[in-house]
């Protein structure tokens, strides 16, 4: 099967540069795995960029059969180069074009990546998160927050511009300074002192909920996954422990809750629900990544691998369960192990 990769590396291939750029991209060793995987199940692959020269790029790697049906897919990595919701850009050329494409939905990612949006849809449907406001300035009202706070930008991932505050005299600082640099608001939630642990999901009508993950923070004074961890640039790396160590009721808690995020943001595929245990041992969701990491060592093919899987069957399972939603069957050549159902 002809499968693209789509990836965002070159970031001039638009016509102007206009609103706010990207600051995260999937690294060209991870992009170049994910190939590799798609090639050793026989998939003939193309890498290309998602900028405004995809959609030609695609077509003539994979036009549409005589009947007018799609070729092939893409497998998306393209988190965007500018502007806002940048995850929903490349998938909304691909619905336009009418290419079948890996991962969420444009409107999936676009509740996924507002994490204010995302914790709205959450508290209404009756998942736990933690009480939270949104800020400009950081001398609205803070209500009943309770410090310590934990803020961040509105619509980043990879813990970029993460900050926990004691104090309400540091708030105006923290949250101009988010605004300045992201240009968009701050998220202010209360931070829920406890542990850390991740939910991977894979699959569509069916979930299956793959081993729960840990974040180990030892004895370290800043307990929170900070962009220095993720880029293992940190003196104090925390540990991923998988699976994690926690009773049947909690873990059945968890799954049941993540599964119940998963729904309500309008997820597919695969994605992952980040929770905090506080010490009662009442799970909150701190958010959701509909386009989860695939880094070696992130905590997604951290949890495929204990279930089982090798970086390349993960792939492949993947894109089988995309394909799967569209067409109703399996790639040919590529079975599906069963599921717990959701």
């Known amino acids: 099967m002809r499968i693209a990769v789509v990836r965002n590396w070159d970031h001039t291939g638009v016509i102007n540069r206009f609103g706010q750029s990207c600051p995260e991209e999937y690294d060209r060793e991870t992009v170049e795995k994910v190939e590799a995987a798609l090639q050793e199940c026989g998939h003939e692959t193309l890498l290309c960029e998602g900028d405004k020269g995809l959609l030609a790029a695609l077509e003539r790697f994979m036009p549409p059969d005589p009947q007018g049906r799609p070729s092939g897919m893409v497998f998306n990595t393209a988190q965007g180069i500018q502007g806002e919701y940048r995850y929903t850009h490349v998938p909304a050329m691909l619905e336009m074009a009418g290419i079948p494409y890996i991962g969420s939905s444009p409107l999936g990612h676009a509740l996924a990546h507002d994490k204010a949006l995302t914790k709205r849809l959450l508290r209404d449907s009756g998942v736990p998160t933690p009480n939270f406001r949104v800020m400009r300035r950081g001398t609205e009202s803070t209500g009943d927050l309770r410090f310590p706070v934990v803020v961040k930008p509105r619509q980043e991932t990879m813990s970029l511009g993460l900050q926990l505050l004691e104090a309400p005299g540091q708030l105006k600082q923290a949250v101009e300074g988010i605004v300045d640099q992201y240009g968009q608001d701050a998220l202010v939630e209360e931070y829920i002192e406890g542990r850390e642990i991740y939910v991977a ?4 009508e069916e979930l299956e909920v793959l081993p729960l993950v840990e974040q180990d923070f030892g004895d370290r004074k800043t307990r929170m996954f900070t962009w220095e961890d993720k880029m293992h640039i940190s003196d104090e790396e925390p540990q991923a422990i998988c699976p994690a160590q926690i009773g049947s009721s909690l873990a059945k808690m968890l799954e049941d809750v993540a599964i119940a995020a998963f729904r309500v943001c309008q997820c597919r ?10 010490r009662s041992g009442q799970p909150f969701v701190l958010e ?7 880094r070696t060592t992130s905590m997604y093919p951290v949890a495929a691998r204990t279930a089982g899987h090798s970086y390349s069957s993960m792939v492949n399972r993947i894109l089988d369960v995309a394909h799967v939603r569209y067409f109703g069957i399996c790639i040919p050549g590529q079975g599906s192990p069963p599921h717990r159902k959701a």
């Open 201 to 204: 999901l894979l699959g569509n």
């Open 269 to 278: 595929d695969f994605a992952r629900v980040d929770f905090r245990i506080d």
């Open 288 to 294: 959701i990544n509909s386009m989860p990491g695939l």
